[in-house]
């Protein structure tokens, strides 16, 4: 009864890190741009959440929303006034400039907001569902459930819709997008502004089952890096999957194993599969 | 880029230079992690010391117990005020000695204060002896900063020993009134702060005769808790002892909620679970935890209730046991300056090793200050508080005890 | 090019004498120490274009092994020097032969997860004092203690092992090494078919930059005798050298000695004049000058040097002529 427990559990840590992975996804797999600043986009989305909430009384849907415009406005500035000029630099360029970015937004939010851990009250998306003793967390079954529907989203747009060619075909060749007449800076912007509002959603809503404070991004981070590495660069599904199977094996792993191991056994997991399919799980090489 | 060094080096110059021109103040360094995992803790560990160099240097007759509260400045310097050098070490053992270095050589501090971790008390205190200068410490607990043979090192702030041994007294006068503990549960962040302390609790229950039903250690910062507590509600411990920093402490209480889980006892060890950023945002689930804390409000009208009220006109919350501990630190090694007469360092040495408070002079509720031949405080104590409301209160021992314990544990119900 | 060496070294040598003062000679000390494991994050993140955040690894048992040898044994701890480079060697063919299969992200992701992994193991391994880290001798028995109150002997220490360094890498990028790592940085599969061996050439170069990064590992640990996981494996040390090198300009001989004389004053300047108000402005002034540099010298600040020098050499040719005619 209680391995039921643990996995169930997995499977809901799993989707709330799908959730946030789902925009690094985007500009990381598909924009080929690494962003160290990632897990500070969602720490400024739970930061709305918490402004929205605790000033203007704002309810869940209030705050995702305002979180979601908050973050597609910052993520196109991001691409607009930054990440644009280093693009033409290296690999390196891209990783210095969003490190700084990084460091910036953390330590702006400090500066304004103070140290302090915050968080808001448990009870705002309902509280605790018990299915005949199995325990689920109201918030992150939310949390699962717009992680499926952000990754289909996303998914849909990429593959059904014109804007997502047009996205698709800036990021495989940028010069030959030109050519056909795509601006690949709009584009770009927008994938940017997208990965943002779904970062944004994703910061919102995890603010309601956990702390808020400005280091809090670096604990997240890592995660999301390894969730896009291990679904494969240019996969959204594979960012979902890869996400529910990290819940599940770092829940395991912690329950049967102690919880000091549960990054040992993630971390050699993924180095392993690398080993073995070196494009990650469902990625294309 | 030598001409950017030389105008940085002008400009701090400029800042030596403007010091200097007040006369009577004398500066005394304090190294706290400002920035970084610890920056919580760290800036009200700052604000609680600035406020005791306030109190040094200001007239508080109402504070008239504390030492040198009732007077400005230091008498025994002519009343001299005390300037506080404050330097933000990020939680980094090597920033920590650069910023030492910086606050001997190029402040010219007299002695230094500091430094929250343990890691980097370390390092700061290594690079102060090698200067010869003092260094009070306030809140490290680490058991290994005092076995280093060190002249110019003194701890205020109890030990791991001192409280293993209070979590296994308060256990057992729990037995005594009907609430036996016989099995007991540990949760610790595996970082040097958790590990040491664990281990001692370990020891000591061992002694006890209790039985240790899980044993978890845990990485500090992390994603999430809940295959902690459900080991724990699956193995029912009638006690369960938490050490964790902030972030953790705050998971902890959510998840317990989240996955309904009420251990009969629940201790906390202090760090995050005094910090007051998980009290005021969780003081509502986790009604009637227990704690560790050498600090206590007291009663109106009392020393402790008036540095509280201050405290909080800057602040506007209480005082935290961690904050209340630097700024003790703080306040021992002012003592012992205006003691000493003199800012030679072999002079405050002689006069700190020959320090002796008594309970009344001292704001936490340590049975006084006297250091042994190592700097260990001798009379190093500490209170058991219990959550209650949106506070914590004294409960034990019952004669420092302002309400009686409340049991069991009932979390957010 | 002789005369910026002979330049670059009157300057170094001269520093403690011009800027006199402890924590002067310590930021001057720190500044060579990042120029170092800069340098030899270089060779491999540069030069061959493979962008490693687990540098920590190998600069992590450079500072473990000297401590390691001293709590152990009680000998010298600069008797741990040999022993780290050894054994990040050993580690960087261990890591190198497998990731190496990987490019681009996957390469970088994989030496993350490498390097987290170790740092997990050596959190929870007793021999290494776990979580709570391994000290240096408190007092210095002796001078082969290399325990010194001043930072000048380490400055100079520091100065003699960035000279070999860097006299290193200009040897290898004048050499067919070079040529090979050029190469390879501009495509793996280019390079193949140029009849680069281009797994054996990348893996001398993470070989080579191991033990670079081990040094300057060991010398942090004998300056500041004590390292625990944290300081010593934490992913931060890591992506410093990343930004060092970087923001000087990867790949370039000069570019992360160029990237530490300015970000670790920098770092220093920031923090004690901002940081004593723990308002964290430390790190938004830090950060936007990083971002500042980034945004207007995407190919690092050594990049806008060789233009200038370009731009000057093209109107002095085209200044020439003229005067011939």
Redesign the interface.
Known sequence: M?IV??IT?GLL?GAVYALFSSGLTLIWGMMNVVNFAHGDFVMIGMYVAFLIYTYLNGGPIEFVLASAVVLFVLGVWSYTGLVRHVMSGTLLSQMLATFGLALVLR?AT?WIF??????LP?DLIGG?LNLGGI?I?MPKLVAGVVAIALTLGLHGLLTRTAIGSQLLAVSEDRNAAMLMGIRPDRMQALAWGLAGAGTGIAGALIAT???I????G???AL?AFVVVALGGFGSVPGALIAGLLIGVI??LS??LL???Y??VVVYALFVAVLWIRPQGLFGKF | ??K???L??S??ALGLGWDASAQSTIKIGVL?P????A??A??SS?IAVELGAEIVNNAHPELAPLPLAATAGLPGLGGAKIEL????H??????G???T??L???EQVIAITGSYHS?VT??TS?TA???GIPFVNGESV?A?LTE???KTFFRVTPLASDFAKNYMDFMADLGKAGHPVKTLALVFE???Y???VADTVRTYAKERGLNLVSD????A????????V??L??KKPDAVIFISY??DA??YV?TM????YLPPVMIADNAGFS????I???AS?AQGLMNRSAWSIGKPGSVTYKVNEMFKAKTGRDLDDPSGRAMQGFLVLAEALNRAGSTKPDAILKALSETNLGPDQVMMGYKGVKFDAKGQNTLAATYLIQMSGNKYVAVWPEKSAEKPIEWPYKG?K | MRWVWIALGA?FLA?PW??A????E??GA?VLLAAISGSAWNLLGGYAGQASVGHAIFYGAGAYLPLLVFTQWGLPPIAGLPAGIAVSVLIALVIGIPTFRLLGHYFTMATVAVAELVR?VV??WDLLG????L?GP??SRGWWDLSF?S?IPYYYIFLAVLAVVLLVTWQMERSRMGFYLRAIKAGDRAARSLGVPVRRYKLYALMLSAAFTSVAGSL?ALM???V?P??GLGILISIEMLIIAALGGAGTLFGPLLGA??LI?LQ??T???F????S?A??VIYGGIIMLIARYQPGGLMNAWHALQERRHRRAAAVEPRHAA
């Open positions: 209680v427990q643990v559990g840590l330590y400090f103070s140290s302090n851990f915050r968080s448990e605790t325990l967390s089952f956990y702390y404070s400005p280091s809090v670096e604990t997240l995660v770092q829940e912690a329950y102690g919880p000091v549960k990054d | 880029m030598r950017l060094v030389v940085g080096a400009l701090l706290m400002l920035t970084g995992n920056a919580s760290g800036n700052k050098v404050i330097a933000d990020q939680g980094n053992p090597s920033v000695q650069s910023q270095l910086r001997i050589t190029q890691s370390l390092t290594a002896e090698r200067y680490a290994n280093r043979g060190f595996n970082t040097e958790g590990t040491s978890i250690a845990y990485s910062n992390t994603t999430d808790v809940s295959s902690q459900l080991q509600k699956d902030t972030s705050i998971l959510k909620k989240a996955l309904d910090d007051h950023s998980f005021t945002s969780s689930l957010w | 300057v520093y011009v800027l003062g402890p924590f002067y310590r930021m720190l997990l959190s929870n776990a979580a709570v880290g000290s408190a007092v109150r930072s942090y500041v005798g004590f625990d944290d300081s004389v300015i004053p220093n300047a923090n004690s004049w940081g004593g108000s723990g964290g430390t790190y």
